[in-house]
């Protein structure tokens, strides 16, 4: 990873030695968590085997119904589900079969920055920030709606730190903007003001079109052709029923090898029965036939089974996060796409707080750990997430990138070479001496043990002289003092020049409108 | 778990009929967790069998310091061991074969209301309150020492609460009574403030002696020589030393047949090596001399192997908590126990920070993931813990206890009944129509989810208007209501009388003293 190259197999022309020289000063980077030890299981084989014949019984007894989707249906049709209406019914394993005689076990999804690039799947994981929240909230201003400003503003945090690997999609809406517009502010934002790979718009499949096509002015059109370097989500409309807008996205992204994280986002009680193992069969039935879908539309291109599942408020219905039930529905889940050979995307810093309190952190902590014990290969809403997902917060943006940081060092497991084991520290050592000075000590003390970036372990009398600060007026700090250092990556002008073009031009031919 | 019965061994007397009358109002509970899935393993079996030897060489060929504990050298030295001052080397293999020879692999901890009675090891998981911190925190008063009325009322909440199993130790220093004769106001807290299980004192071993007297007064001399009644702490000196106050007490409760918590304290890197493997590798050694000591005094008293290990800010040497190398070495250390075949303790709610706020929320969820994963069976530190255990707060308490509560909704694992599967819900619901009516969701909904006491899953507007609390504002309101509704559980009236006397007779016997 010391190779920094720009703009995949885009030609970088005569302002590339200008251009490598400001490459110094890019932001300091760390790879995507490689996984060293067994998942846990929340469930034996036997019981997985279980959940995956319900999944099967439930796709061919009830079916799942693709709306507005003629083409769907013909493709299904052809594969040999049984079309009823709208309705789709997949004879026993044939959702399964379709998905895993293509779909990729994992996929490289390239960035703009090739050391950048992230390989999705297997024991990887890799860190997003929160995706879709209207509204921001800051120390300072309180919650208010999102505008392309914040933004751009968590692009460029999410930049700046090594411990996110993705740059993520929806990483707040902006509500300024006009809805059948902004998708080109926001790509471009993550084209321009970051060079980690990124998401594109599922919102319309025009505008996933429009995602595609900026992708082929930032890599080369031909380059896309060979390699992933966008990954959308598409969400099912649970229970069993996917649209023409989610996927129609899908489909565009799909037939240009792009990838797709198909998630079905359960609300369990509402959108699936109230059980774990309900929930999983159903979300298990929904993202085989989304999946199976676009390798019908393009065998080999990139899937990702996703699973996005919270409990419910009893009082009111609200969903409720960082709970056993949906930690696991995650560790059944992940077990699940294991099986059936696919990368696997959940969990994140959930949290139903408004706040970044004590439940936030506590909630976050339950979901983040299930998200690597699991064995997630793509998380999504790693960092900022708040009340539910309506909230993006810069502070719990700042707190959740200091876990993230803390998983790198966790999932490199127990160092059992000779200076791990430290059995000459060991045997070399008095008793009732100290090690503090022993020459192991000081050969390793500066790398042995991770160091938070947020937490204060001062004594309480330095903390109390500091100002009694909590972690959130911390966070606050940090956020500011990143967004006053940020430098944008270098772009090939004329790159960015054809994109710009790109945009006023498409902005220019219809109408602004919120629909 | 319906029985309720009082005093172990003991005879209630005429005062039967109204006692158990009063013991209709006792405190709800619910059992101590049952794990039902297979813990996390951080490392291969190789990995723990590599780091079995490594505590074997330094044992053979460093060996323990027992200090100032003649009798404890005698006993090493007629089982075999090499004695060389005060220094015991251990043949390889022979601690651990003292320490499988007699130790139990399981023991029940009886409760003076049998129904509290927890069984310790195997998969069982029991929690107890935070140990040892001289100061208290709360909203309204900040920081302060404690006083032995902040003692009871952490005993009386942990009484009040179901979730945890066990009444502690010293969940607060009393430091408004003199050091040599605190102990026994706190051994009646946990007496007469509550009917759980609890701990003895372990400051002296005439300490330790007056805890046993105080619990044969409570259950009847006969009862203790077949029950164990009493757990206690005993901290190695480390690295590899056991010291005669620890080690005093140790042997006063084996003698009894009271159960003894033998557990290394390890701020790695200056009590240790910092690595995970080299922490282990040492807690292992000391926690196995420990044990093999307890089953030398009376073979087959109960022992539990514990490890407390934390990591150490790099810029001011404070230990540092929620950390990943602590998490890696509880994991290890769990491992390790299994295979020696005896209880395990570690982990709890551990943080550095001052206040409950989202660093210590972060910081002690990160360490009850592997408390719970990694297969702990006496969890101390579960609630309250603050400042690195400088410090017990009230609403970390409460915060702490919910989680405490949800870890036994998760340790049931999922539900593969044939309710959990709902397949036939899943087969009766049209696609497109929610859940939320279907017979399933109506008949399951009460008992579907874990619902918290302290987190607010409002939307933001209704949060906004009941005054925007955060986690802490919420839990001040819980405590305090829990105080106020406190009412203590009965006891035999001459039995409580026979402790006060005893309690009178002794204090009075000796001068007071803070040394």
Redesign the interface.
Known sequence: MTETETTGGRRTGGRAGRQAARMQAAAPRVPYLTRT??P????TEE?LS??EH?AD??LE?????FRDTPDALRLFKDAGAEIDGE?VRFPRGLARQLVQASAPSQFTQVARNRANDVVIGGTNTVFAPAYGPP?VRDLDDG?RYGTIEDFRNFVKLTYLTPFLHHSGGTVCEPVDLPVNKRHYDMVYAHMRYSDKAFMGSVTHPRRAKDTVEMARILFGADFLEEHTVVVSLANA?S???WDSTMLGAAKAYAEANQAVLVTPFIL???????????A???TLAEALAGMAFCQLVRPGAPVILGSFAS??????????F????P??ILY?MASLARRLGVPFRSGGALT???????????????TM?PTI?GGVNSVLHTAGWL??G??MGYEKFI?DVD?AA??H??VA????TP?????D???T????????G?A??LA???T?????T???????EQ??AEG?K???VRANETWKRMLAEYEPPPIDDAVDEELREYIDRKKASFPDSNA
């Open positions: 030890m067994t846990f299981e929340a469930l019981g279980l959940i319900n019984t439930v007894q009830v079916g799942i119904d309705r509204f919650r409309n229970p069993m029923v369990a009680g509402a959108m699936s029965p109230t059980t774990v193992a309900g999983a069969a159903q409990s419910m408020s009893m009082q009111s219905g609200a969903p409720t960082g709970t056993p039930e930690a696991l059944t139903a707080s408004k706040i970044a309190d004590a439940q936030a952190a506590y909630e976050s902590a339950n750990q014990l009340e539910g309506l909230s707190l876990q803390a998983w060092s966790f497991g127990v160092d059992l200076n791990g084991q430290a059995l520290a060991l045997l050592n008095e008793p009732g001496t100290h090690f503090l022993h192991h000590t390793n003390f500066e042995a043990f991770w160091r938070s947020n937490a204060d372990n001062a004594s309480f903390w109390d009694a909590d972690a959130n």
